[in-house]
Each structure stands twice: as structure tokens, then as C-alpha cells.
């Protein structure tokens, strides 16, 4: 019997590739159905049980298994632990890791990853120890090993000796212990990212044999900073990204201006919140409405803000503050769902589906909208006032991520209420301009996106556990 090892450690895992109907775990699911020569066994934290057990033992078929690990070091690590990762985790140093390390990503907050002043000896490890192949290869993996897995895994592995271990979020502990543990027992491991922001941040200790990339950028960071080859390398598209083109969950634009008393023909701009990260949206906002109450915008047209709903509880309530003073305006309408089940992440996608133009400040959504060719903006200054850079939205322009995506054109980047201005009555009058821009960005960013991309994933999981 053949055994498929699956990690679930981590929300966006579920997101990605669980919770709608045609998602990977659905496809896999049917593709097993009636075969009793293999058998998929879940490896959920301890912590995870009630999240996501039920549903599995639910939805999927009888020839699963699930396993609860109780991790050790998912809060609380030794000294040297730390001292390793400080380590390891410098064996690059991009743009990304630039800016967290150094400004960080809250104002107010210090930077993530230590000390200002240690810049310089993560630059000096980027640049010496991580530019060797054997200190990538064999040195690093092996501490790794002794230091966050060993004997974690070891009695799931005894029980099931798996033939395939699959592990979908590599920037995780969970997963790169898992994958440790597999590569010393020489099991073949597949692994993903579970975010497109994962490989230019810090370098990962484990590499698995086989890769899913969700895109060429994605291929193009795994080969640059992660210690992969380009034939270890499938490309898959974003397997969550065919819940867009799911007809089930696919509204007519008619039907969202309905359904928040949008009058007919209505226009609206979709306003994504950056949070914490983005102080000063509400200097863009009011701007913008007093441009539709001046009628210096197509009369009527709607501002919808997304609060950003993901974060803390501090960002939270930091947005609820932030945006108060236009609850009572006429001209905005507030979407605060949060992403918990298919309808309300359905409704999230057809405002984006139907929008007029999305704006948001160096988010996810950039990428997740020019699916639907939606005309893209980015406000790259900070309303009124003109911040310190190592304060000022401005930074995230330095994420490795986003600057591909700048450089197709395909998102245009305002520098100041003129810039800004312009954008949108552009786009109102014509959401075609910079169309072939967006479909660059489309292929860069997303490689295909033909409802296709979870049966990619299932069809390479199938490959390589031999069940084809």
C-alpha cells in the first residue's frame, strides 16, 4: 500500500487548498475513491484538532488517516535555537529581507529579525556563508535536523513509513521539521509555499525534491534564494484562485449592485486596507470622497472599503478607528465579513469581480484582481504628510515581490493626489487602458489561471507517490 503523508499546519493551507468544492483536497478525494492500495494520512498540530479534523474526517473518503504532532517549538525555543535561525535565516538578504529587518512593517514597532545595528552581520552572512553550496546543502539541514526535528516525526514515521511526503507551507517549522525528517529517512518530499511573499524574505533550512510553484515568480525566487533547481520545479498556478472561477459562487455585476443598494449602473471603486502597516489612509479616502461630492468623478460612484479583517486584534481595532469619521458618509459602504466559509469569501470576490478599479497599498489583493483584469492602483505616498522613508508606505516598494509586479506596468503606482487623481478618472472613463499591462502581470504573477491549477497539484502529488 502506498502512503501519502499531507501537512495541514497552517490556516492559508486550508484556504488554498481545502475548504471549496474543487479544491486539491476535494480532486484527491475523488481520484483515490475506491482504491485501496493507498492511503492519505493528515498531519495536523495538536493545536489544530478542533479547526480542521472534523471537516476532514467529513469530506474526505475512507482511506485517510490523521495524525496529531505535538510540536514543541512553535512558541517557546532554546537559545541556541535562536542563535541558529538568526543564522541560517540571513543566508540571504533581498530587498524583502532589507526592509523587515531594518524598518519593519508597523510604524511604531521595531523591526522583526533583531537589533537595527545588526544589519551589517546579516548582510556579511548573505554574503559568505550563504554563498556556499556545502553549508546550504549539508550543514545547515543537518543542524536543522537535531535541532527542531529530530524524534518529533519519528513515531508517525515508524507507524505509516510513508512513500510521499507532501508539505504546502514550507515557511513554517511544522513544515520544515517534517520535511527534515523525511529528507534523513531519503522519502521523496513535495513541497509549497503557502503565500506568494514566502521565498524572498529569509532562507528556509530544507528543501524538498520536487517543488509546486504557484508562478514563474515564484519559480524565479525558489532558484534565486532557496537553494532549488529549475527541474525540480513544476508550475501549478494558485490552486485557490480557481474558487474564482467557480460558476457556483459567481455573480452577475447586476446582482452585486443589488445586493449593497448600489442604484443601476452604478460605479464603484473596491478600497483595500493596508492596516497598521498604512496610517495614513484615511487622508487618501477623504480625498477621494471629496472628489465624488465635488462631481470631479463619474457621479455616483461608490467607495467600498475592506477593513483589513486578518490581523490582530490591535489592527483591527486600529482600522474600526481609522475609518470611523465615514461610516455616516453616503458614498462609501463598508465590507467587514470576515473570510470564514464559501459565501462570505464569494462575496469578498464578486465586489473585486465587478469593481471599477481596486486600489490597494502593496497587498495580496493586487494579484488576487488582476484575475478578473480589474484596473489596478497602488498609492505609494502617505496622504498628507511626507513620512521618513523608513516609516513611509514607500518601503514596501522595496519587497522583491512587488517590485516584479511593478515592473510589468500592470499596476499603476500613484506617487501623490495628482498621480492618484489622474488613475481613477482615467480608469472610470476607460477600464480597458493598460489592459495588455495586466495580462503581463497576469502570466508573471499567477501563470495560468484556468480553473486547472488544483488538479495540477493533485496530478503531481498522484506523479510522484507512484500512482499514476
Known amino acids: ?16 487548498l481545502f475548504f471549496f468544492s474543487g479544491s486539491a483536497f476535494f480532486r484527491l478525494g475523488e481520484a483515490l475513491k475506491g482504491r485501496d492500495d493507498v492511503q492519505i494520512v493528515f498531519l495536523l498540530p495538536a493545536s489544530y484538532e478542533e479547526s480542521f479534523r472534523p471537516f476532514i474526517e467529513e469530506k474526505f473518503g475512507a482511506n485517510r488517516k490523521i495524525e496529531l504532532i505535538h510540536y514543541p517549538y512553535a512558541k517557546k525555543r532554546s537559545f541556541f535555537q535562536k542563535l541558529f535561525y538568526f543564522f541560517y535565516a540571513h ?7 532589507f526592509m523587515l529587518t531594518t524598518m519593519g512593517m508597523r510604524p511604531g514597532e521595531p523591526p522583526g529579525g533583531g537589533r537595527i545595528y545588526l544589519m551589517p552581520l546579516k548582510f556579511l552572512i548573505a554574503n ?21 526535528s529530530k524524534g518529533i516525526f519519528e513515531d508517525a514515521f515508524e507507524k505509516y513509513k510513508p512513500d510521499l511526503v507532501f508539505a504546502p507551507h514550507l515557511f513554517g517549522q511544522f513544515d520544515q521539521a517534517l520535511v527534515a525528517e523525511a529528507n534523513k529517512r531519503k522519502i521523496l518530499t513535495l513541497g509549497m509555499i503557502s503565500n506568494w511573499d ?5 532562507y528556509i533550512p530544507v528543501q524538498t525534491d520536487k517543488l509546486l510553484a504557484q508562478s514563474e515568480q515564484i519559480k524565479d525566487f525558489a532558484m534565486r534564494y532557496q537553494n532549488y533547481r529549475a527541474e525540480q520545479i513544476f508550475l501549478t498556478g494558485y490552486p485557490q484562485f480557481d474558487f474564482l472561477g467557480n460558476a457556483d459562487y459567481a455573480v452577475s455585476r447586476e446582482e452585486v449592485l443589488d445586493k449593497y443598494d448600489f442604484a443601476p449602473g452604478a460605479k464603484y471603486i473596491y478600497y483595500i486596507s493596508g492596516s497598521a502597516y498604512c496610517p495614513d489612509e484615511p487622508d487618501v479616502i477623504e480625498k477621494i470622497l471629496r472628489w465624488i461630492k465635488e462631481g470631479k468623478l463619474d457621479p455616483g460612484v461608490k467607495l467600498v472599503i475592506r477593513p483589513y479583517i486578518g490581523g490582530r486584534g490591535a489592527d483591527q481595532n486600529f482600522d474600526m478607528k481609522k475609518y470611523n469619521s465615514f461610516r455616516s458618509n453616503p458614498s462609501v459602504v463598508f465590507f467587514e465579513e470576515t473570510l470564514d466559509n464559501g459565501q462570505k469569501m464569494a462575496d469578498y470576490f464578486n465586489l473585486m469581480r465587478h469593481a471599477d478599479i481596486v486600489i490597494a497599498v502593496y497587498s495580496t489583493a493586487l494579484i488576487e484582481a488582476v484575475v478578473f483584469n480589474r484596473p489596478l492602483v497602488i498609492t505609494n505616498f502617505d496622504g498628507y504628510k511626507k513620512r521618513p522613508f523608513f516609516r513611509s508606505v514607500r518601503r514596501f516598494g522595496l519587497r522583491e515581490h ?3 509586479i511593478i515592473e510589468t506596468g500592470g499596476v499603476r503606482k500613484t506617487e501623490n493626489f495628482e498621480e492618484l487623481f489622474e488613475a481613477l478618472s482615467g480608469y472610470l472613463k ?3 487602458l493598460d489592459e495588455e499591462k495586466r495580462e503581463v502581470l497576469r502570466k508573471e504573477a499567477c501563470f495560468q489561471t484556468d480553473n486547472l491549477a488544483s488538479k495540477r497539484v493533485v496530478d503531481a502529488i498522484m506523479k510522484y507517490a507512484g500512482l499514476n
Do not use: A, Q, W
Not at 1 to 14: A, D, G, H, P, Q
Not at 91 to 97: A, E, K, N, Q, S
Open 1 to 16: 500500500m502506498k502512503t501519502i503523508f499531507f501537512s495541514l499546519s497552517f490556516e492559508n493551507v486550508y484556504k488554498n
Open 91 to 97: 543566508f540571504i538578504f533581498t530587498g524583502t529581507t
Open 128 to 148: 559568505t556563508f550563504g554563498r556556499l553550496k556545502f553549508m546550504r546543502d549539508k550543514i545547515i539541514p543537518e543542524i536543522f535536523y537535531r535541532s527542531y
Open 198 to 202: 514566502h521565498f524572498d524574505k529569509y
Open 402 to 404: 512587488f517590485k516584479k
Open 430 to 432: 476607460n477600464p480597458n
